[in-house]
């Protein structure tokens, strides 16, 4: 067509440029309008639907996503390459000339081209998820977003952070998005475990009520317990902890907790309320992984401790 119209008058030549540049752009809208119908679905607003898509189907998003860029380009990039051959720019040298600035810039962004092959990565091997709490590279916060440049996590200020994919080398995830802080108080002969949970239970409560960002559950009360070896009695609580924030408890719960007691009982020992922390317990079952989270029985006192 191009050829047809070279010994065309200007105005021919100007209307050919113009219509594919039009229909360069026409195409573009109907791929970006495609996308969006893919993303958002039937009814769906802009902002709640990409949102809610991105969540549940970080991959799919992520590939549509890539293909609406690459199509874009590709169109615009041709588009451009056509009219430039009407001002008697070879298509040809047009081609060879992008091939080699491309490989320029390839050179001088290495880091770009690291944020996206490590952002595929992420993505495609699911290492981590939209809604997990994790730790990356001093960083713990909750993911917002994987990108194909930029890892956002939103940290426990509230603070948007972030992180360029080339700077992820290690990824910590916290199972269930928090520690969890069992705090035991032995109990001593001559004071029942009724007598202790009344001092320590509105504590745990208020604590809860105070700092309900970093205490993430309402703290639980297991019961008394007596260890199989010993023969000693304990009240066992478990808080869910915002990762990183142990000194909550170690400090401030620890140290309210043992004043009120001893209010009580002046003979009651520092060492007598031990805090250990971990994950969740696992077993292996039928040759499968099994999350046994909190099964003991409050109710009962023969139950031992969880391995820290």
């Known amino acids: 067509m191009f050829e047809f119209f070279s010994d065309s008058p200007l105005l021919y030549r100007i209307l050919i440029i113009l219509a594919v540049a039009a229909g360069s752009h026409l195409i ?3 791929i970006k309008r495609l996308s969006e119908f893919i993303l958002l679905g039937k009814g769906a607003t802009a902002t709640r639907g990409v949102s809610e898509f991105s969540k549940k189907f970080p991959r799919s998003a992520t590939v549509i996503t890539i293909l609406e860029s690459t199509l874009t380009f590709v169109i615009y990039f041709l588009a451009l390459g056509l009219i430039l051959q009407e001002f008697n720019l070879s298509l040809r040298a047009y081609l060879a000339s992008t091939t080699v600035i491309g490989l320029a ?28 709490v994790v730790e990356v590279s001093g960083q713990i916060g909750r993911v917002e977003s994987v990108g194909m440049r930029f890892t956002v996590l939103i940290n426990l200020h509230g603070q948007r952070v972030h992180m360029p994919n080339r700077n992820i080398a290690v990824i910590s995830q916290f199972r269930g998005g928090c520690i969890r802080a069992y705090i035991d108080f032995q109990i001593p002969d001559g004071i029942s475990g009724k007598q202790i949970s009344q001092i320590v239970n509105p504590l745990a409560a208020a604590l809860y009520s105070q700092h309900k960002a970093i205490v993430m559950e309402e703290p639980e009360n297991f019961g008394v317990k007596k260890t199989i070896r010993g023969g000693w009695r304990f009240i066992r609580y478990k808080f869910n902890l915002w990762p990183g924030q142990g000194a909550l408890i170690e400090s401030n719960f620890r140290q309210m907790a043992l004043a009120r007691i001893r209010a009580e009982f002046p003979d009651y020992a520092d060492w007598m309320i031990n805090i250990t922390y971990r994950s969740e317990r696992f077993i292996m079952k039928d040759g499968e992984l099994i999350d046994e989270g909190d099964s003991e029985d409050p109710k009962s006192e023969n139950n031992p401790p969880p391995a820290s």
């Open 105 to 132: 810039i390839g050179f001088g962004s290495q880091g770009f081209v690291q944020d996206i092959v490590i952002g595929l990565t992420l993505i495609f091997s699911n290492l981590i998820k939209v809604g997990d």
């Open 28 to 30: 573009v809208m109907l």
